[in-house]
Structure formats: C-alpha cells, structure tokens
C-alpha cells in the first residue's frame, strides 16, 4: 500500500481539463496500456504545447479538447511519436503550428471560453488514462497548484498534532 496524494483521488485532476489526442489512431483500434506509458515517457513532466482542433462540449457543462501536444522543449510531436513506433497512424496530414514566443495571459478561473479553436496554449500533463483521455493543466496553474498543495501539506502535517482543520481565510 501506498499513500496517495489527495490531488491524485478525485477523477478529474484539480484545475486541469480534458482532452483527447487529435489525428492519431491506434493501430489495433484501442490504445493499451503500453502505449499510455510510451506517452508518459515521452512528456515525462515537461512543459508541452498544444493546438485546440476542435472542442467538445458535454451535458454536465465539462469540455473536452480534441489537440495535438508537442514537448515544449524538445518538439516532440505525441501523434507522430506513436506513429513512428508502430502503435498508431496518422489519417490526415495536417500542419502543425510552429511555437515561436509563447506566452500566457494569467487567469486562476477556467471556462470553456478560455479555449478557442485552432490556438495554441503551454501546458503540463497531469494524469495520461490513454492517448485518447488525458489531462492537462495550463503552465500558470500548474505553479499555482503545486503551491496550493504544499501550503495543504503543511498545514494538514502540523493540524495533526494540534486537531485542527485546514480553513482558508479571505
């Protein structure tokens, strides 16, 4: 057994979104579970970017993006990845945007609005179920949650030992 962070329970990660790996399908008509470790390899924590095709809409009010993902630093394309190992194909030929100066607009609130077809937004993977059901949070959130969890962590380690609960102040 091992202690699983609280972050890690819910089903959706905290502050990250839906997506599904756009122009890439397996090769045996399902992704396996060694081709969502070959991603994971691949991203391994770094930075990445993706370009929005399309966006989906679902009747909780969730979305879910249908994108491309490149490493930021590296420029691996998670798509062509897969292809060139034999574990997916690409249908379509399509352009791929090139990553000159990204940068962000600060925003702690997600909507569906911050999304918009055919953009281009930094990224981190936080949790990869396949390449067609991953998570990812956008650069500025990820610090913000990082932070978030550790102020938890510490408060949740020293309310043990004085029985009390975490209450955030405004």
């Known amino acids: 057994l091992r202690l ?18 756009a122009n890439c399908e397996p090769i045996n008509g399902t992704w ?5 470790f070959l991603v994971q390899n691949i991203i391994d924590n770094k930075r990445a970017v993706i370009h929005i095709r399309q966006i ?5 009010g969730t979305i879910n993006l ?3 993902i490149t490493t930021f ?12 190992q034999g574990r997916a194909r690409i249908p379509k ?3 791929y945007p090139k990553m000159m100066g990204l940068t962000e607009k600060p ?10 077809r055919n953009s281009v937004e930094q990224v981190f993977i936080t949790h990869i179920i396949n390449p067609d059901n991953f998570f990812v949070r956008k650069q500025h959130h990820q610090e913000l949650f990082q ?6 962590d510490q408060e949740y380690s020293m309310s043990v030992n004085r029985g009390s609960v975490y209450l955030p102040e405004k």
């Open 4 to 21: 699983l962070p609280p972050a890690h329970i819910q089903s959706q990660p905290p502050i990250a979104i839906n997506c599904t790996l």
């Open 73 to 84: 630093e590296d420029g691996v394309s998670l798509a062509h990845a897969l292809a060139f």
């Open 66 to 68: 249908v994108c491309d």
């Open 32 to 36: 396996t579970s060694d081709d969502s």
């Open 56 to 60: 989906r809409s679902a009747a909780n």
């Open 147 to 152: 932070k978030l969890c550790e102020d938890l």
């Open 93 to 95: 030929n399509l352009s």
């Open 107 to 116: 925003k702690l609130f997600m909507n569906s609005n911050d999304y918009k």
